[in-house]
């Protein structure tokens, strides 16, 4: 997850580790983050302190207070993070993933330790009335005024690839195509830095969806090209260009590399189409009214919004509610619960709240429970798709 951090990130990792050593503890603890986040000065957290009201001395006081210093410990050797502070790092790599975004900045670290319940950061946070709805939904509100989201700091190196932590690329016109060490549950990571790209642990499949920009349901690949193995792409050029060289280069590296040719198609697709047969919904699916003017939503897939395992069975579907999301919100859940692509047919506009109240063993429960109670029909039909079709060379 450290290829993620934003350089204000990192430095919030450097400063905690430096107050864990000033205070003499053997680990890098969440008071320790705490206390990185209020000295690193700059980036959106210092921002939600200040709309929550927070005067930083005020804060690292009352750390100071519950966590009594010891003798200074050392900085030439490791300090290892504890448990707590791990999970910390994993629960901020979780919210970026919520809000999709590619970077791990400060404000997804606050995220995460207030999500850490019973550590002596939550605590201090809590304590004065900071909560992990508000933070998340003035981070959108925020972003949608304009402020861009902390990126991930442009590595100097390839991050996951073998055991060369220090090769570096010359620039030239080549795309570098390494092993990746990157695995399941973590999630691939791009990152475009104006003069570099670097494309971290995607499968063939991935790859090709995101270099052309397509479906992860409408893609065609031949059998036996892509057999689960995730490469990393790394462009480095001697000056700046626009994403679209990087994209178009990706593309070629790819096709050249692998022997094989991509093409975009229409081609007839099995799909799930959704029809709404009763206006207004059901007592499943209540009508929330429109949403304000230069309001947004971030995109997540079911079981991280739920904090659930990201590999986690999504059946048995456990009971659930959600209010005042987009109906095209839901239909990407429906994709996930169904296997495949839904087509809204159902000309649902403005927001929604979506209450699921018993547990469902199947697709077929939740397709005839939509049907019941929230006055939706999900069937299966065949539609022209525009699809990437993968061959061999």
């Not at 680990?27 to 302190?49: A, Y």
């Not at 790092?89 to 850490?116: C, F, I, K, S, W």
């Not at 220090?166 to 060490?181: A, D, K, M």
């Not at 973590?186 to 991935?206: D, I, K, R």
Request: some cysteine.
């Amino acid at each position: 997850m450290f290829e993620r951090l934003s350089e204000r990130a990192r430095r919030v990792l450097f400063f905690a580790r430096d107050e864990a050593s000033q205070l003499g503890s053997t680990s890098i603890d969440t008071e320790h983050l705490l206390l990185g986040l209020i000295r690193e000065s700059k980036g959106l957290t210092n921002r939600l302190f200040a709309d929550a009201g927070f005067a930083l001395d005020d804060i690292r006081d009352e750390v100071l207070r519950r966590v009594p210093a010891r003798s200074r410990t050392s900085t030439s050797g490791e300090i290892p993070f504890s448990a707590a502070a791990t999970r910390v790092l994993q629960h901020g790599a979780q919210e970026a993933d919520r809000l999709l975004h590619n970077g791990v900045g400060t404000e997804h670290l606050l995220l995460g330790l207030l999500r850490e319940h019973g550590s002596v950061a939550a605590d201090v946070l809590t304590s004065r009335g900071l909560r992990l709805d508000w933070v998340r939904e003035r981070i959108v509100e925020i972003l949608s005024d304009g402020e861009r989201p902390e990126r991930p700091a442009p590595p100097g190196i390839p991050a996951h690839t073998f055991k060369w932590p220090w090769l570096r690329f010359v620039p030239s016109r080549t795309v570098h195509i390494l092993y990746s060490e990157l695995k399941p549950p973590q999630q691939p990571v791009t990152n475009y830095s104006g003069a570099g790209l670097q494309a971290y642990g995607y499968t063939l499949t991935e790859a090709i969806v995101h270099a052309w920009s397509g479906n992860r349901w409408h893609i065609d690949i031949a059998d036996g090209l892509d057999d689960g193995t995730r490469y990393d792409f790394y462009i480095e050029l001697a000056q700046i260009e626009p994403v679209e060289t990087f994209t178009q280069m990706w593309r070629d590296a790819i096709e050249q590399h692998f022997e094989l040719s991509v093409t975009r198609e229409t081609r007839p697709r099995d799909v799930w189409v959704a029809r709404s047969i009763e206006h207004g919904g059901g007592p499943m699916l209540r009508y929330y009214g429109e949403p304000e003017p230069g309001s947004g939503v971030a995109m997540a897939k079911f079981n991280l919004v739920m904090e659930r395992p990201p590999d986690a069975p999504l059946f048995p579907l456990e009971a659930f509610a959600v209010h005042s999301v987009p109906f095209f919100y839901l239909a990407m859940w429906f994709e996930e619960f169904l296997g495949g692509p839904v087509i809204d047919e159902t000309g649902l506009r403005g927001l929604y709240a979506f209450d699921l109240t018993c547990t469902l063993a199947n697709r077929d429960e939740l397709i005839d429970l939509l049907r019941d109670q929230a006055g939706l029909s999900i069937t299966r039909d065949q539609h022209d798709t525009p699809t990437l079709v993968v061959r061999r060379r």
